[in-house]
T-cell receptor
């Protein structure tokens, strides 16, 4: 299996621009998670989906962030407008949930907002 | 709520030294426990896990035992290598059968030759 695929791997943008991060989970997995990692705050769960439905978005920092999962093989995390404090590494992870299951992480997208 | 506390880093060891990274947790019920490892520039990957009390997870020479009486899941390796240099995260599965994982803050390990 190809594992979790994220694109782009690196993104540099200017403040105020829209940023879209993409994720393809492992085929057959029914749960998908978006995380953000920074030196200051560590690893934070932003939102997760089960069977394409958002279950918990309590970690989404503010309305500038939105996430969608239109089908089982694709998800996006959008930031509009972006700000320098959004600079971080964003990870997508997927799992096949039957209770306490392993999450498989993608390589991450390193975002820099100037 | 559920939480994970792991020892502060960074940890610096010489090759072939013994490694222990402490992890304790607070949770209701019987969570599964995990150790993830993150190598530089990469995503997290599962190192080992244990799903019930007294279970021992092991992989690549690393071991951790699920101790319910002390609510601990300490990571150990008898002889570390330079290639073990990475950040190690302890985690537990969320309460009530939630799919969420609760992560510790991570411990950075550097192994010198």
């Amino acid at each position: 299996d190809a594992g979790v695929i994220q694109s782009p791997r690196h993104e540099v943008t200017e403040m105020g621009q829209e940023v879209t991060l993409r994720c393809k989970p492992i085929s057959g997995h029914n749960s998908l998670f978006w995380y953000r990692q920074t030196m200051m705050r560590g690893l934070e769960l932003l939102i997760y989906f089960n069977n394409n439905v958002p279950i918990d978005d309590s970690g989404m920092p503010e309305d500038r962030f939105s996430a969608k999962m239109p089908n089982a093989s694709f998800s996006t995390l959008k930031i509009q407008p972006s700000e320098p404090r959004d600079s971080a590494v964003y990870f997508c992870a997927s799992s096949f949930y039957t209770g306490g299951e392993t999450q498989y992480f993608g390589p991450g997208t390193r975002l820099l907002v100037l | 709520g559920d939480s994970v506390t792991q020892m502060e880093g960074p940890v610096t060891l010489s090759e072939e030294a013994f490694l222990t990274i402490n992890c304790t947790y607070t949770a209701t019920g019987y969570p599964s426990l995990f150790w993830y490892v993150q190598y530089p520039g990469e995503g997290l990957q599962l190192l080992l896990k244990a799903t019930k009390a007294d279970d021992k997870g092991s992989n690549k020479g690393f071991e951790a035992t699920y101790r319910k009486e002390t609510t601990s899941f300490h990571l150990e390796k008898g002889s570390v290598q330079v290639s073990d240099s990475a950040v190690y995260f302890c985690a537990l599965s969320g309460q009530g059968g939630s799919e969420k994982l609760v992560f510790g803050k991570g411990t950075k390990l550097t192994v010198n030759p």
